[in-house]
């Protein structure tokens, strides 16, 4: 065992240190090469990030002089963690809505920094009950919305929530029924189809042909007998 405070135990090492922004994105790589001994040792490195941080991670690792890995460290420095931060987290909307319901969630410390957390977005109905929820993570702001599609007219409270720190916000909004398109009906008047009744047939024409008939037949009469009394008179 090598005592804590013996500087004359060395060991060659070398590794990497790194710093990454919230989303991961890798700010600053440095590699490194020292002797390392028993004794508490740090070391220093300037760097500018090019950018307001929040939210860090500084990883390390250590290797020895074959390319073992020794050791590996992960810390996370967030200033929303920070002691005596005043801590600002609201929620705002409109005053009313229809389809849709945006809302914009804030959370930032007195100079208006941005703080990490999460969110819970709560839209309780007027008995209540809780008609919708969003739940998301928070860095400074967060935009999101509701559909109204299905919810009775009232007025609705819109509260927002940071479980971890215990913070919450909310307000009203009137929330009106989604207009349906009116149907518009056209009633087209079809022409109107007059069908004919058929008309009597007049029986004139066969009156005449009766008539004809009679006075032929009364013609042919009249001739036999005239034609009968000639050959009585001749006898």
């Known amino acids: 065992a090598v005592d804590p405070g013996d500087a004359s135990v060395k ?13 991961g994105n890798k700010i600053l790589e440095e590699k490194y090469t020292s002797p390392l001994t028993a004794a508490i040792s740090g070391k220093r490195i300037n760097f500018s990030a090019g950018k307001q941080l929040t939210k860090a991670t500084v990883k390390a690792n250590m290797y020895d002089d074959k390319g073992n890995l020794m050791d590996e ?14 801590k600002k987290f609201s929620i705002s909307a409109p005053d009313a809505a229809k389809d849709t319901l945006a809302y914009s969630v804030s959370y930032v410390d007195k100079y208006k920094d941005a703080l990490s957390g999460e969110a819970v977005v709560y839209l309780i109905a007027p ?25 009775a007219d009232g007025t609705y409270t819109l509260k927002a ?7 919450s916000d909310a307000k009203t909004v009137a ?13 087209t008047e079809e022409p ?29 009469a009249l001739f036999a007998v005239k034609g009968m009394k000639k050959k009585s008179e001749k006898k």
């Open 73 to 86: 460290v992960e810390i996370v420095y967030d200033y929303t963690k920070f002691l005596n931060i005043e």
């Open 11 to 23: 060991f060659n090492v070398s590794g990497t240190i790194s710093v990454l922004d919230e989303s």
């Open 161 to 167: 929530v940071e479980p971890k720190e215990h913070l």
């Open 192 to 220: 109107a189809t007059t069908i004919a009744e058929p008309v009597a047939e007049t029986k004139t024409d066969n009156t005449l042909m009766i008539v004809a008939v009679v006075v032929i037949i009364l013609a042919i």
């Open 175 to 187: 929330i009106t029924s989604v207009e349906k398109p009116k149907v518009t009906t056209t009633l």
């Open 127 to 151: 008995d209540g009950k809780v008609a919708s929820l969003n739940q998301d993570k928070i860095s400074g702001n967060l935009k999101g919305e509701f559909a109204l599609t299905g919810m």
